[in-house]
């Protein structure tokens, strides 16, 4: 007769699917979570890098490459004049882009070649504009491909130099290749230069040179940029817009530098310039191609192109004068320095979200191990060794767990396709392994031996070896917040992370779930003591059963602290960023807008603003710079501000910059004026009265209130005084605007009404606090931990969850029992309600405690200045931007774990006073 064995794995999945289903879906959920993470931080890393060079400037964020001829030379040398026609330089174009080393990928559109004049060259022509420094001066280039990046506005393009062949070849021998005339060629220049120097199509500029006379060049056409900012028209910025120039001798003299465009085949007429020519190769970095993982090896490239052996290639193929010049090397730094500072505070919430994963994949397997204690003490009883239970039970954890975690890292990387590959890997094989071994891990260690049965409530025996670990944990803990305090998470000069400084919210959380663990139960106990004395046993029970506190509590409480302290720590970061931004952009702007102008504002200006919706106020500010204090240091001159005393005080106080009494300003009929003045102002001017100002306007003042601060001026030294006292001109040079929902396109259109709008500079407090933001690493990093708290939030409410799960079946018992010996279903319920509230509530006030201590702590070791801002003036730079504590982020997680484990008792209590008690009870039933 033939024995059939069902199959274990097979027979567990029918008799329990929903715990199959249970598994897969916290598996597949968790491996997403956990390969996203890696992509996500590399996807906003990269865009980081790649918005770093696009904004950059164009003459910086690409190579130049330029190879002067050796002077002295012969510009009617045959082989020089071959060396710049269009054919080499393209040729040696190709060479160049072909040598560049990956991860550095060029930009063809971008990319130019030519021949240029190394320096200006003074031209002639009927009509120039000429200015008191002389007459203009041109650089000329004959760059590559004019047409595709210009369009006609009036004319034609130029044509190229008309060839004369060797008359002195015979008619049967091959004749040599055709020479450009040099003497006379055609170009075009842009609208900006034609109406600036007043050229016109048709006009001709002469060009002194060294040899065969001058060159004259035909404006054939004025043409428009395509693309204004584009590398190919701002790496030489003027040959798109020209510019002043200004003479040496005092006083310097203004005169215009323009440029003039020719063909690709005029470069030979351009060697016999006076101030000599050069071939150059404007080669522009494509950052699309760049992705995090490329940010080391871009910058070995680029070093090795500046200064290294491929820049030793590139002379043997090209020349050996060849000169580059790049400032990549300079961006990939700064960006390095940016990522190398952020990097250390969002691998925190990593560590945090990591933990709480951990713990909560661990608690799913204890409780799987709890709820089949007694089926496998039964399997030890009859024989069963633990790698064989060990390997049964990870095989069928396998079953649902191994497809969960590929589906869940294979959706990763669709939804988020940029990222390295191998990270997100290793984060679905370690969520694998712990959730396929927590199972088979628990059950091992708790039945390494076989053991009677006994109360699960009962307490455990102490540990050496529990006592051991959870002292070095603490000795950790205690190193982390050393460690972090004294060095800080890193300024983005260091390479790498600091995993322990990283880990220090994780092992403070784990610090104090231990401590929790073990003293929570002792009030506990006392207070079941009075309780005990009155009438009633639900008080009594409720506390005596939350007191006993068995070891299976563990798990659940870390989790929840962990998810607690991370939100915390999330949303305490996120609250010192908005901080630090918000006290940056009020100190830049000094108020919620700013207007102002070098010189005098317009008439009228101040009176349209205050008409404008959303306007509270308006304060009128005179400003003057280099104001002498007559100290005998008046090199170091001071800025003196005059303004209404009463506004500006109100402003100064609303806003929290150097706020005084409107009196401390107010000038009085005689005696010196009540200044406001900064702290280095201060000092030089003493006590007592002093005179201020030039001879023409002078000042006496006398200092009645110091502040570091003032909303007129975002940065240096001040004297601030009552616009009355001022004995020259007090016309307004800046309007500061109060009101929070000003709008930015008002007050600009309200200054171009005036007609007077150039020179003029809006400034609104809410584009400045987003201009502080700019960077996508600053963004991403954001986004990260706001998901990141709401994945510690998701978690501890699933921990929460299963603990509850895990109690169920004896609490059912536990209550079954009870209502047999007449306790009513309304004590039943509160039974079970009182029974949670303990527990919760330690999680509750305890990841609240926790939370706020690992804030406190640390604090003194997060900088969050770079997060807060990439960018911004001195001003912005001195604004602190620290980690401040966020009640919401603190107390919203705390209560809802509280309302969460309610709300699960009291259904739970429902449904469970609603059954029968016979249904609940089984003989020799250990619960």
């Known amino acids: 007769m033939v024995r059939i064995v069902a199959p274990w794995v097979r027979t567990r999945l029918r008799t329990a699917p929903l715990a199959a289903v249970s598994v897969f879906v916290l598996v597949g959920i968790t491996a997403f979570l956990c390969a996203a993470f890696p992509r996500a931080v590399d996807a906003y890393e990269g865009e980081g890098a790649r918005h770093e060079l696009t904004v950059a400037v164009p003459d910086q964020s690409g190579f130049r490459f330029s190879a002067a001829p050796v002077a002295p030379y012969d510009p009617e040398d045959p082989g020089l004049r071959a060396s710049v026609t269009p054919a080499k330089l393209a040729e040696q174009h190709r060479r160049i882009v072909g040598l560049l080393p990956d991860p550095l990928r060029t930009d063809p559109r971008d990319s130019a070649r030519g021949v240029r004049s190394q320096a200006p060259a003074e031209g002639w022509a009927p009509g120039l504009t000429v200015l008191d420094g002389g007459s203009p001066v041109f650089t000329i280039a004959a760059q590559s491909a004019l047409a595709e990046h210009a369009t006609v506005r009036s004319g034609r393009l130029p044509k190229p130099p008309p060839t004369s062949a060797n008359p002195a070849d015979a008619p049967d021998e091959p004749a040599e290749p055709a020479e450009p005339r040099t003497d006379s060629v055609e170009g075009v220049v842009t609208s900006a230069t034609a109406k600036a120097l007043n050229i016109k199509a048709g006009t001709v500029v002469t060009i002194g040179r060294q040899t065969a006379g001058p060159l004259v060049v035909t404006i054939t056409g004025i043409v428009d940029p395509v693309r204004p900012q584009s590398p190919y028209w701002s790496v030489l910025p003027v040959l798109r817009t020209p510019g002043y120039l200004y003479t ?57 192109v500046e200064s290294g052996p491929m820049l ?130 628990r059950a091992a260690l708790e039945h390494r031996r076989p053991r009677p049965g006994g109360r699960a409530d009962a307490p455990g025996g102490r540990s050496r070896r529990r006592t051991v670990a959870e002292l070095t944990l603490l000795a950790l803990a205690a190193a982390a917040v050393v460690t972090v305090r004294r060095r800080g998470t890193g300024d983005g000069t260091d390479q790498g992370v600091d995993q322990l400084v990283s880990a220090a919210p994780v092992l403070l959380g784990v610090a104090a779930a231990l401590v929790l663990v073990r003293l929570y139960p002792l009030p506990l106990r006392l207070a079941a003591l009075p309780v005990a004395r009155r009438r009633g046993a639900i008080g009594f029970l409720a506390l005596a059963r939350a007191g006993r506190a068995p070891a299976t509590t563990v798990l659940p409480l870390l989790a929840l602290l962990l998810a607690l302290t991370t939100a915390a720590f999330g949303g305490s970061v996120l609250a010192g960023v908005d901080a630090a931004r918000d006290r940056a952009a009020v100190v830049s702007v000094g108020a919620d807008a700013r207007i102002e102008a070098a010189g005098a504002l317009p008439r009228g200006l101040a009176d349209s603003v205050r008409k404008l919706p959303g306007v509270t106020g308006v304060v009128e500010v005179y400003r003057e710079t280099d104001v002498g204090l007559r100290d005998g240091d008046d090199a170091d001159g001071v800025t003196l501000l005059g303004a209404d005393p009463a506004a500006y005080a109100r402003l100064a106080r609303d806003h929290g910059l150097g706020g005084f009494p409107a009196d401390a300003l107010r000038a009085g009929g005689k005696g010196p004026v009540p200044a406001i003045v900064s702290p280095g102002v201060a000092e030089r001017l003493g006590d007592g009265a002093r005179v201020i100002g030039p001879l023409s306007a002078p000042l006496n003042v006398e200092v009645s209130a110091v502040r570091t601060a003032t909303p007129a001026l975002s940065d240096g030294e001040f004297v601030l005084v009552d616009t009355a006292a001022l004995t020259g001109p007090r016309a307004a040079t800046t309007l500061l605007v109060a009101g929070g929902s000003v709008g930015g396109e008002r007050l600009r259109a309200a200054v171009r009404a005036t007609g007077a709008a150039d020179g003029i500079r809006v400034a609104l407090r809410a584009e400045e606090r987003n201009a502080f933001a700019e960077s996508p ?68 006030a305890g990841g609240v405690l926790v939370g706020w201590v690992v804030v406190l702590v640390l604090a003194p070791g997060i900088d969050l200045a770079r997060l807060a801002r990439a960018s911004g003036g001195m001003a912005a730079a001195r604004v602190p931007a620290e980690l401040t504590t966020d009640p919401w982020s603190l107390l919203l997680p705390g209560a809802g774990v509280v309302l969460l484990a309610a709300g699960v008792a009291a259904v739970q209590a429902w449904a469970v006073t609603r059954r029968s008690s016979t249904t609940e009870l089984r003989v020799g039933d250990t619960r």
């Open 312 to 441: 030793s290639e590139l002379r043997s193929a090209i020349s050996p004068e060849l000169q580059v010049t790049t400032g990549l090397s300079g961006i990939l730094a700064d960006y390095a320095k940016l990522r190398g500072a952020i990097s250390p505070v969002v691998s925190v919430a990593a560590f945090g979200v990591g933990g709480v994963i951990a713990v909560v994949l661990l608690t799913a397997g204890g409780l799987a191990a709890s709820r089949r204690s007694t089926e496998l003490a039964l399997l030890r009883a009859r024989g069963g060794s633990l790698p064989g239970i060990a390997a049964r039970l990870a095989a069928e954890t396998s079953v649902p767990a191994v497809p969960a975690a590929v589906a869940g890292g294979a959706l990763a990387i669709v939804l988020v396709p940029e990222g390295r590959l191998w990270p997100s890997v290793l984060a679905v094989v370690l969520v694998t392994v712990v959730a396929c071994g927590a199972l088979p891990a």
């Open 248 to 304: 040496e001798g005092p006083p310097p003299q203004p005169y215009w530098h323009g440029a003039l465009l020719l063909p690709p085949e005029a470069g030979p007429a351009l060697l016999s310039l006076p101030k000599e020519a050069e071939p150059y190769w404007n080669v522009a970095v494509d950052p699309r191609g760049l992705h995090a993982g490329d940010i080391e090896a871009a910058e070995r490239a680029v070093a090795t």
């Open 777 to 844: 690493v600053q963004t991403g990093a954001e986004r990260v931990y706001a998901v990141a708290a709401l994945a510690a939030a998701g978690y501890a409410a699933l921990a929460l969850l299963l603990a509850l799960i895990r109690a169920a079946p004896e609490r059912v018992a536990l209550l079954a029992r009870l209502r047999t010996m007449g306790l009513t279903r309304r004590q039943g319920r509160r039974l079970l309600v009182l029974e949670n509230l303990p527990g919760s509530l330690l999680a509750g």
